[in-house]
């Protein structure tokens, strides 16, 4: 079945420290995978997405088929960081939905 | 371009009532998708909509449905009505069928009494 965990709810980080938001997926194929990012009071927005291997303020995200897992990062955390985090899976056909992990919230402490 | 917008923003029913949610995607995006969003559950897609055509579902019982006009807005539809449905309705639009680059909208805050 497919399935994404995120496995921590809140992720509390102090400003200036990595930053490690965990995802996990599971399945039988090969998936595309995305992060979505929520700031207070605005709408949900594709950060990033795992075939563009790009960098999106500063946070990269490394698929790892072996581990099976997406983890996003970003090397020194900023206050405007703040914000809930969705990892996201969807096949590579046209005709897959898009599965949402249940989202972690992260908090930088000033 | 004006963002996907989603009318009403807000909406309070009663049990057993039926509710009708819109959604005008960014001009231009003919695939719609919606999802129902709460705490407990998180996002869980619902269903897509192409050329006003249901291309995908998700596990939601039959008493959610939806359509597509030419244009290209989409409403949903809920019926008789249960305290669970309570919970942010969020639409999505995207240029093409199978494009994930998804916009969302602000979301319908319904809540069922």
């Known amino acids: 079945a497919q399935r994404v965990t995120q496995p921590e709810k809140l992720l509390s980080v102090f400003k200036g420290a990595p930053v490690e938001l965990k995802c996990n997926y599971s399945?039988?194929?090969?998936?595309?995978l995305f992060w979505y990012v929520q700031y207070s009071r605005q709408r949900l927005q594709l950060l990033l997405r795992?075939?563009s291997r790009e960098s999106i303020k500063g946070f990269t995200a490394d698929l790892n088929k072996g581990e099976t897992s997406f983890h996003l990062k970003k090397p020194f955390a900023q206050e405007e960081d703040s914000a809930m985090y969705y990892c996201?899976?969807?096949?590579?056909?046209?005709?897959?939905?898009?599965?949402f992990g249940k989202g972690t919230r992260l908090h930088i402490l000033p | 371009k004006a963002g996907v917008t989603q009318t009403p923003r807000y909406l309070i029913k009663t049990r057993g009532q039926q509710v009708t949610l819109s959604c005008s995607p960014i001009?231009?995006?003919?695939?719609v998708s919606w999802y129902q969003q709460t705490p407990g559950q998180g996002l869980q897609f619902l269903f897509e909509?192409?050329?006003?055509?249901?291309?995908n579902k998700g596990n939601f019982p039959g008493r959610f449905s939806g359509r597509q006009f030419s244009n290209s807005r989409s409403e949903m539809n809920v019926s008789t009505l249960e305290l669970g449905d309570s919970a942010l309705y969020l639409c999505?639009?995207?240029?093409?069928?199978?494009?994930?680059?998804?916009?969302f909208g602000p979301g319908t805050r319904l809540t069922v009494t």
């Open positions: 399945y039988s194929g090969s998936p595309e």
């Open positions: 795992h075939i």
């Open positions: 996201a899976l969807s096949g590579r056909g046209g005709d897959d939905k898009i599965i």
């Open positions: 999505a639009s995207s240029h093409d069928r199978g494009e994930r680059k998804q916009y």
């Open positions: 909509y192409f050329s006003e055509t249901q291309r």
């Open positions: 001009s231009g995006h003919r695939s």
